[in-house]
């Protein structure tokens, strides 16, 4: 069974930083594409970031450009997001997501139960 | 960057037929995939709906996708509602390098 598990969402100030973590079981991660999204309380679902399934190739929305970084270890089975700088918009829930598809289609096939990121002093 | 617009909100009786739809504000919806998640309150989302009109297994066969070229257009159309679906979707498409996903529609099944 396909299974995401986020962890390390918390109360942060402005200005701070959080590393966020998803882990993986239940398919070949390594082979697989993944994803960083959030939703805001009460909104709709934002693209944050994706990465390449050997971790070589990175895109971000240009909200988090320059203050996010998604990478990943496959010999752990665990998807990483680097945020810094972090400011009271970037509060969400944030989901990791499997690509079914990978380089030229966006399927996103499995989400985690997402972990609640709030930036306030 | 393009960008999908769904209706915020639609409702539909038990039983009866709703559609959703998701339009493209630049580049043909022929493009690229579309995709539709469905999300119930405190949940994360799921798919319902990916490559334009394939339904993931579990899926009940109620639940169908279509484009439509003219109108530059996605749709998401539920028949025989339950009020299980009482949720909101999203409809999610991409290019070379950004996801997208619409503003998400809140059905009601009343």
């Known amino acids: 069974e396909v299974q995401l598990v986020e962890s390390g969402g918390g109360l942060v100030q402005p200005g701070g930083s959080l590393r966020l973590s998803c882990a993986a079981s239940g398919f070949t991660f390594s082979s697989y594409w993944m994803h960083w999204v959030r939703q805001a309380p009460g909104k709709g679902l934002v693209w944050v970031s994706r990465i390449n399934s050997d971790g070589s190739s990175t895109s971000y929305a240009d909200s988090v450009k320059g203050r996010f970084t998604i990478s990943r270890d496959n010999a752990k089975n665990t998807l990483y997001l680097q945020m810094n700088s972090l400011r009271a918009e970037d509060t969400a829930v944030y989901y990791c997501?499997?690509?079914?598809?990978?380089?030229?289609?966006?399927?996103?096939?499995?989400w985690g139960q997402g972990t609640l990121v709030t930036v306030s002093s | 960057n393009f960008m999908l617009t769904q209706p915020h909100s639609v409702s539909e009786s038990p039983g009866k037929t709703v559609t959703i739809s998701c339009t493209r504000s630049s580049g043909s919806i022929a493009s690229n995939y579309v995709q539709w998640y469905q999300q119930r309150p405190g949940s994360a989302p799921t798919t319902v709906i990916y490559e334009d009109n394939q339904r993931p297994s579990g899926v009940p066969d109620r639940f169908s996708g279509s484009i439509d070229s003219s109108s530059n257009s996605a749709s998401l159309t539920i028949s025989g509602l339950k009020t299980e679906d009482e949720a909101d979707y999203y409809c999610?498409?991409?290019?070379?390098?950004?996801?997208?996903f619409g503003g998400g529609t809140k059905l009601t099944v009343l």
């Open positions: 997501a499997r690509d079914l598809g990978g380089l030229v289609v966006v399927i996103l096939d499995y």
């Open positions: 999610q498409s991409y290019d070379s390098s950004n996801v997208v």
